[in-house]
């Protein structure tokens, strides 16, 4: 029997933290521990976990007297993880039905594979349904060098990275996550990962996301260019540190750098186009500092190379985004 840590790290988030803790106790494993870990919440998030906890003898909650940062959340439950699976979850998402077995069940299967990954999907704004629509089952496994060199290449791009479940040996290995990544923690910490180990992808969704005014990425949402600095930080600190000696490991670096600049460029043409110019010279002067050629080569295969790009230009264009 396969078990599993399930850390749920919370500050504010008692409306949220019932319908996380849920989904989880409702996922179809054995051997599951979740251990709720509050950072000096200041609404009721502890008196509802201690509530919960209350009701299953699976839960568990930790309570910081003074407010930490999020981080200190992560890395404690790295530390406290002793279970074969280790995963955390965000009090404000919940798990998808059935992603918890899917993917243990890949883990079990594939020895290679140090961690699970989610298929990509929409975030909701808001509440999310008490009911969902069933995941699709199935999985791929990708090479862990290549999976960093899939990151490189959609640099400028969401990373999927959002919930990881991970061999809790192979966490171990990996360490903690850096304080310093403010919001792309998991997008340096998956391809850390990677370098131990495969990386699976199931078909369906891991963790169903909940985006609010709240949300810890909700300070990204309008600004693009702290958005890609975020990304370039992270890529920045994996090359720098783990990634150095890997395959090809200084043109992946160019290739990530490259891809951002050719995001932040086209990304400037939009607000320039929208009437945003302090914005738009912003990103493009960010741009230009990654990569100079830009300014005498258009990157314009990048529209072609990256989904929806087009059609996002056209609805610039045709005003519908204004």
């Not at 300014?295 to 985004?321: I, K, N, Y």
Request: net charge neutral; glycine share 8%; proline share 4%.
């Amino acid at each position: 029997m396969t078990s599993i840590d399930l850390i749920i790290p919370c500050y504010n988030y008692a409306h949220y933290l019932p319908q996380c803790v849920d989904s989880a106790l409702g996922q179809d494993v054995d051997g599951l521990r979740v251990l709720i870990i509050d950072n000096a919440s200041t609404d009721k998030s502890v008196e509802v976990a201690r509530r919960l906890a209350e009701k299953d003898s699976r839960i568990e909650v930790i309570c910081h007297e003074t407010n930490l940062g999020p981080h200190a959340s992560f890395n404690e439950g790295i530390d406290r993880a002793r279970a074969d699976c280790f995963m955390i979850l965000c009090a404000d998402d919940i798990l998808a039905p059935g992603s918890l077995r899917r993917g243990i069940e890949v883990l079990e299967h594939c020895p290679e594979a140090a961690i699970v990954l989610g298929a990509s999907s929409e975030p909701f704004v808001g509440d999310i349904p008490p009911e969902l629509e069933p995941q699709p089952e199935g999985w791929s496994l990708l090479r862990g060098h290549d999976y960093i060199e899939q990151c490189c290449r959609a640099a400028g791009q969401n990373s999927g990275a959002h919930a990881i479940l991970i061999r809790t040996s192979v966490q171990k290995l990996a360490g903690h996550y850096r304080a310093s990544l403010t919001h792309m923690d998991d997008l340096e910490m998956v391809m850390r990962l990677a370098c131990i180990g495969s990386v699976a992808r199931l078909r369906g969704a891991l963790v169903v996301q909940r985006m609010h005014a709240t949300n810890q990425l909700s300070a990204l949402w309008d600004d693009r260019r702290r958005d890609l600095q975020e990304r370039e930080a992270a890529f920045n600190s994996f090359f720098c540190q783990e990634g150095w000696n890997i395959a090809g490991s200084k043109r992946l670096h160019r290739t990530a750098r490259r891809r951002i600049a050719e995001t932040a460029f086209w990304s400037a043409a939009s607000h320039f186009y929208r009437g945003k110019g302090s914005a738009g010279l912003g990103l493009l002067r960010y741009s230009l500092g990654l990569d100079p050629t830009l300014v005498v080569f258009p990157p314009v295969d990048h529209l072609f190379r990256t989904h929806g790009a087009l059609r996002r230009m056209a609805a610039v264009v045709s005003g519908e985004s204004r």
